[in-house]
């Protein structure tokens, strides 16, 4: 079983800043696409952004596009997901999943951490 672990979640005003972390095991952890999500209350899970297992590649979804930016560092087993200029509904528990594959991805996520809650205050 491979384990993944979110965290940097907080409280933020909207406007400012946050930068999460996902560690993750396992000796392949460069041969995987890692992925954002997130869960706001009373919807469904979105895609977030997802970065290639080399990081050489990433893709966002529109909402987050120009704002957020997700990296990695495969030494470390980490990736992370900057997010600026914060809106209030960014507000969402957010989580960080291994793809199956090396490429960007919205689907194929095998692994999930547990989720890390992030509040932007208004």
């Known amino acids: 079983q491979v384990y993944v672990a979110e965290s940097g979640g907080g409280l933020v005003q909207a406007g400012g800043s946050l930068r999460l972390s996902c560690a993750a095991s396992?000796?392949?952890?460069?041969?995987?696409?890692m992925g954002w999500f997130r869960q706001a209350p009373g919807k469904e899970r979105e895609f977030v952004a997802v970065?290639?297992?080399?990081?050489?590649?990433?893709y966002y979804a529109g909402s987050v596009k120009g704002r957020f930016t997700a990296s990695r560092d495969n030494a470390k087993n980490t990736v992370y997901l900057q997010m600026n200029s914060l809106k209030p509904e960014d507000t969402a528990v957010y989580y960080c999943?291994?793809?199956?594959?090396?490429?960007?991805?919205?689907?194929?996520?095998?692994?999930w951490g547990q989720g890390t809650q992030v509040t932007v205050s208004s």
């Open positions: 999943a291994r793809n199956i594959g090396s490429e960007v991805s919205r689907e194929g996520y095998e692994y």
């Open positions: 396992g000796r392949t952890f460069s041969s995987h696409a």
């Open positions: 970065i290639s297992g080399s990081g050489g590649s990433t």
